[in-house]
């Protein structure tokens, strides 16, 4: 069974870090793309950025470029978003998915075949 379990989500001040864990089970983890995606209640799900496993390009929104990494850990089947600077705006609940991928990753949600449940991130001002 294909399972995505993200974690990390808590309420933190503005300027402020945190990562997010995207721990995988159930396939191959060099077959497929991690892509992270944000959505606050009432609004359209936007993407976050995405990793491919097998060749480690990745990809960013043009609102996290620079603020935001995403790296992943091929022993622990893990793939990790490391949020700095963070603004009121980032508070949205974050979800990982799993896009079966020859390489690379992409930003289109509909393009992923497994989600995980949310982790809410808060941003206070």
């Known amino acids: 069974e294909v399972q995505l379990q993200a974690s990390g989500g808590d309420l933190v001040q503005a300027g402020g870090s945190l990562r997010l864990s995207c721990a995988t089970s159930g396939f191959t983890f060099d077959d497929y793309a991690i892509g992270w995606f944000r959505q606050v209640p009432g609004k359209e799900r936007e993407a976050v950025s995405c990793i491919g496993t097998s060749d480690g390009r990745t990809r960013f929104a043009d609102s996290t470029q620079g603020r935001f990494t995403i790296s992943s850990d091929k022993v622990e089947s893990t793939v990790y978003l490391q949020m700095d600077s963070l603004k009121p705006e980032d508070t949205a609940v974050y979800y990982c998915?799993?896009?079966?991928?020859?390489?690379?990753?992409?930003?289109?949600?509909?393009?992923?075949?497994?989600w995980g449940q949310g982790a809410l991130v808060t941003v206070s001002s």
């Open positions: 998915a799993a896009d079966r991928v020859f390489m690379g990753c992409t930003l289109a949600s509909n393009m992923y075949d497994y």
